[in-house]
């Protein structure tokens, strides 16, 4: 690979890793930019990070990356399961909104149980010397994220109705914003789909409610597996890699139902 082309997946890489981290955090475009300012930890604007998360900038400064840098490393360093620490605290007591910002989610950009990354790091994803963390590279396909709410309903239920299932999968899902947890059980009914974004950010907590169910243990399966075997339950289901599925012929399959049932050898018979 040459270096334009190198810099070119790298560009792409950060945009997806950027556009990653917030829709994880749920933050607006405009929570970094304002750490960054309260913070003190270097510079970078509103619509250089829109032209971040869409490939569109092609030289951001030294500024940019320090100060996404530096942030990703407090975050790791300061805040633990919705708690600020102390010294964070206090140099946000002015700007109450990024507390709440905060408080609500603040992963950092890492794979479980590897280092952090810094200014050095991020810069080294975007000229393409450095792959992003696995979790924060899978880059699903729009044309993936039906088959894969499929698999998904499908390897959480256990193939079994909603009805029996809704309970325990409900108070397995960690998510507690009201919006969330609507969308993930109309997602689990079949009733609607996630869409490619939605399905990347919630990877995570759809892992946790997997280990929650008791089906896995607590980091069994990584991001890349975990999606590796969506994909593989797709196939299983008949989508091909495109995401087209294969037809129903609905009658044929509930005829086929009604023989089984009516062949089938009836208790105390």
């Not at 996630?194 to 907590?205: C, K, M, N, T, V």
């Amino acid at each position: 690979m040459g270096y334009r082309e190198e810099l070119l997946s790298g560009r792409v890489a950060f945009a997806h890793l950027i556009r990653v981290w917030h829709e994880r955090n749920g933050w607006s475009h405009r929570v970094l930019p304002a750490l960054a300012e309260a913070l003190d930890l270097g510079r970078v604007h509103n619509s250089q990070l829109s032209m971040l998360r869409n490939g569109k900038l092609a030289s951001p400064g030294p500024e940019v990356f320090l100060a996404l840098g530096r942030i990703n490393q407090l975050l790791a360093a300061e805040v633990r399961d919705g708690a600020l620490g102390d010294g964070l605290l206090q140099r946000l007591a002015d700007s109450p909104e990024l507390v709440a910002a905060l408080e609500t989610s603040a992963l950092p950009v890492q794979d479980e149980g590897a280092p952090v990354l810094g200014p050095g790091e991020l810069l080294e994803v975007f000229v393409g010397l450095r792959q992003p963390p696995v979790a924060f590279d899978l880059r699903i396909a729009d044309g993936e994220a039906a088959p894969l709410s499929a698999a998904l309903a499908q390897l959480l239920t256990a193939g079994r109705p909603w009805r029996l299932c809704r309970e325990p999968l409900m108070a397995a899902y960690p998510a507690e914003k009201r919006q969330r947890r609507e969308r993930f059980a109309e997602v689990m009914a079949g009733q609607r789909d996630f869409s490619a974004a939605e399905l990347d950010s919630e990877l995570p907590d759809l892992r946790r409610t997997l280990a929650r169910l008791g089906a896995t243990g607590d980091g069994e399966l990584g991001p890349d597996q975990f999606l590796e075997l969506l994909r593989q339950q797709a196939s299983v289901l008949g989508f091909r890699p495109d995401g087209q599925g294969i037809e129903l012929d609905l009658a044929a399959a509930i005829r086929q139902q009604l023989q089984d049932q009516v062949a089938r050898p009836q208790p105390g018979r």
